[in-house]
């Protein structure tokens, strides 16, 4: 730039101000759920599904410790049901899942009837491969989240989407 041309300048703050929190919180949606796909077609195609597959599944037990202690901090929550409860919520409502949770005496059960990253493996036309990631990685990113709160909370799942039921079915309760 010369001086004496026309000039326009933009800051930071005109950006974060150019955006709703919504669409800010849709970017980092997509491109987190972007990477997550494309590493994993990546290492697939340089080394092959099984070893993509567990590589994924070992970032997927790292992975919910940051993000259930993010949220856990967050929302100032402990540990326990009652605090596994109300961040398991929040994580699945960012993540853009369809969901209903109760908490009873006997634990929590979560009914997820629109699963993101099942809708992201048929949009690419994986949906074969969705049954294989799905029961090794959601197990494994659920049972994390679980122990996050506390010994003796376990996973298991009753039922799931990618194995060509209506809906997952996920129960989180103590030994």
């Not at 049901?81 to 005496?105: I, K, N, P, Q, T």
Request: charged share 30%; glycine share 8%.
């Amino acid at each position: 730039m010369r001086p004496g041309e026309k000039s326009e300048s933009i800051t930071e703050r005109d950006v974060a101000q150019a955006l709703s929190d919504g669409q800010k919180a849709d970017y980092f949606r997509r491109s987190y759920t972007a990477v997550d796909g494309l590493w994993f077609m990546k290492v697939g195609e340089s080394h092959g599904f099984e070893e993509a597959l567990n590589l994924d599944e070992q970032v997927w037990m790292v992975q919910p410790k940051i993000q259930s202690r993010m949220i856990r901090s967050m929302l100032q929550a402990g540990e326990g049901l009652e605090a596994l409860f109300r961040c398991l919520a929040v994580r699945l409502s960012l993540e853009g899942f369809e969901f209903r949770a109760e908490r009873g005496e006997d634990g929590i059960w979560v009914e997820v009837v629109r699963c993101p990253w099942h809708e992201l493996m048929v949009k690419a036309g994986r949906e074969a491969l969705n049954n294989q990631v799905g029961e090794r990685i959601c197990q494994a990113e659920n049972a994390v989240w679980a122990s996050e709160f506390g010994p003796g909370i376990r996973f298991v799942r009753e039922e799931r989407i990618c194995d060509g039921k209506a809906r997952c079915l996920l129960r989180f309760s103590r030994d």
